[in-house]
């Protein structure tokens, strides 16, 4: 029987780190733009350099707006919560996300005097596809595209390639399925057990272990704000 997955504040973070690397650092967005431009002989979509560099950036904001939208969806189950959550467990997963979207702006590198307004900006577009998630529950809709009122393709083809809005959308709409599918993934794999190889451990050099025993004094006696709100965030799921 598998363990059981267990997720603390620390996932939240490192579910963002993994998004941002794949669908711009990995080039998600790239490989699915110039695919696109290559597939239906649009070379114009990808002439200009500085254009195509702002459009690869925009539809990455939009991916990562499309699955933030559904990790929300997601974590009453992860954390094992009934239909029914209590207002404590709703709570909980109210922390996470907010420690989750805290950590994509700062893996999106947002100029400092910029921040503020950019993190404003980001949650606004957010509520967008956190009411398309609702509708499409409870309406039972269907897949694909603007069917289900999602608003990336519209958002995706315009951006991509105005003059062919239709072909550009059908594009978009097959990229939202691959994006959603990588984001769920990625979700799923965060608080389960790592495959770990056999063999005997790494031996540590001298000069290592001094150093990992002093990183270790040195921690032991901080109290820092992220380490309380972890344990705050631990202790909650405990109580549950």
């Known amino acids: 029987m598998p363990a059981r997955r267990k997720l603390f504040l620390t996932h939240a973070g490192e579910l963002a780190h993994l998004l941002v690397t794949a669908i711009g650092r990995d080039a998600m967005v790239m490989e699915f733009v110039r695919g696109y431009a290559e597939r239906h002989d649009r070379p114009k979509v990808v002439a200009n350099a500085d254009r195509l560099r702002e459009m690869e950036s925009t539809i990455s904001r939009e991916a990562l707006l499309l699955i933030a939208a559904e990790v929300r969806h997601f974590l009453p189950r992860a954390f094992g919560f009934s239909g029914n959550a209590r207002p404590e467990e709703l709570q909980l997963c109210d922390v996470f996300y907010d420690e989750f979207l805290q ?34 529950s409870a309406a039972h809709a269907t897949r694909g595209g603007s069917k289900n009122g999602s608003p990336f393709p519209d958002r995706c083809a315009i951006l991509l ?48 272990q001094r150093r990992r025993r002093a990183t270790g004094a040195s921690e032991a006696g901080v109290n820092s704000p992220a380490k309380s709100k972890e344990r705050r965030f631990r202790e909650t799921h405990r109580r549950r």
């Open 103 to 136: 950590a994509l702006g700062r893996n999106l590198e947002w100029p400092l005097s910029e921040r503020d307004a950019e993190s404003q900006a980001f949650r606004k577009d957010l509520d967008t596809y956190a009411g398309w998630l609702t509708r499409k």
């Open 161 to 208: 390639d105005s003059a062919m809005m239709d072909q550009a959308r059908r594009a978009a709409a097959r990229f939202q399925s691959e994006l959603l599918h990588a984001g769920k993934r990625m979700f799923e794999r965060l608080g389960r057990p790592a495959f770990r190889r056999k063999g005997p451990p790494k031996k540590r050099s001298p000069r290592a």
